[in-house]
């Protein structure tokens, strides 16, 4: 079955530089990749997905590139604020319902 | 619209107990899965309904079942509690965006076992 890895596992950055988190599914089979951002507290909430038909996918301040041949995509967050402290999960689907989740990163942004 | 409600929000029961949690979807969704979230194990998916029917399942015993009522509404049951089942229990709704499914949770259930 599909396997997803994710790194790092926790990520600190200084208020107004740039994260980065990498995901690698297993599964060629797999088409969709959401990303989820889950407060302390809070439910995950979808911050942003990518299709295989696509290689960037932009909202404002974050990003998701896609690497089908190397089966990996990344979120990029530019500019970050406090408020982007939160635990970011990737997950792959391969359209269906079964959503394989990455362990997740913890990102801490310093002021 | 409004958002996936669970309830209860916390639940406290003690081992050998059961335990019944309730996930209403997002108008118009007609597909509920159910999700345990723990420290260690991350999210791991549970099961799957769709049109009152389960569609998909994770890999976890017998004990954990679940069902969905016509209405959409879905019910996760989990007999036999033990204390490794305390987590936060996520359910999602989801709906078909052209090629796959977009999943938005709701606020989960603390399940703790003592």
């Known amino acids: 079955g599909e396997n997803v890895e994710q790194h790092p596992s926790t990520l600190s950055v200084q208020e107004g530089d740039s994260a980065v988190i990498k995901c690698t599914y297993s599964d060629s089979a797999s088409n969709y990749f959401p990303w989820y951002k889950q407060e302390l507290g809070k439910r995950p909430q979808l911050i942003i997905d990518i299709r295989s038909n696509v290689g960037e996918k932009k909202d404002q301040r974050i990003a998701v590139t896609l690497n089908k041949t190397a089966k990996h995509f990344s979120l990029h967050i530019t500019e970050t604020q406090p408020e982007d402290s939160a635990v970011y999960f990737c997950?792959?689907?391969?359209?269906?319902?079964?959503?394989?989740f990455g362990p997740g990163t913890r990102l801490s942004v310093l002021p | 619209k409004a958002g996936v409600t669970q309830t209860p929000r916390y639940l406290i029961k003690t081992r050998g107990q059961q335990v019944t949690l309730s996930c209403s979807p997002i108008s118009g969704h007609r597909s509920v899965s159910w999700y345990q979230q723990t420290p260690g194990q991350g999210l791991q998916f549970l099961f799957e309904y769709f049109s009152e029917t389960q569609r998909n399942k994770g890999n976890f015993p017998g004990r954990f079942s679940g069902r969905q009522f016509s209405n959409s509404r879905s019910e996760m049951n989990v007999s036999t509690l033990e204390l490794g089942d305390s987590a936060l229990y996520l359910c999602?709704?989801?709906?078909?965006?052209?090629?796959?499914?977009?999943?938005?949770f709701g606020p989960g259930t603390r399940l703790t076992v003592t």
């Open positions: 999602a709704s989801s709906l078909w965006a052209g090629s796959s499914y977009e999943q938005y």
């Open positions: 997950a792959a689907s391969m359209g269906g319902q079964n959503f394989v």
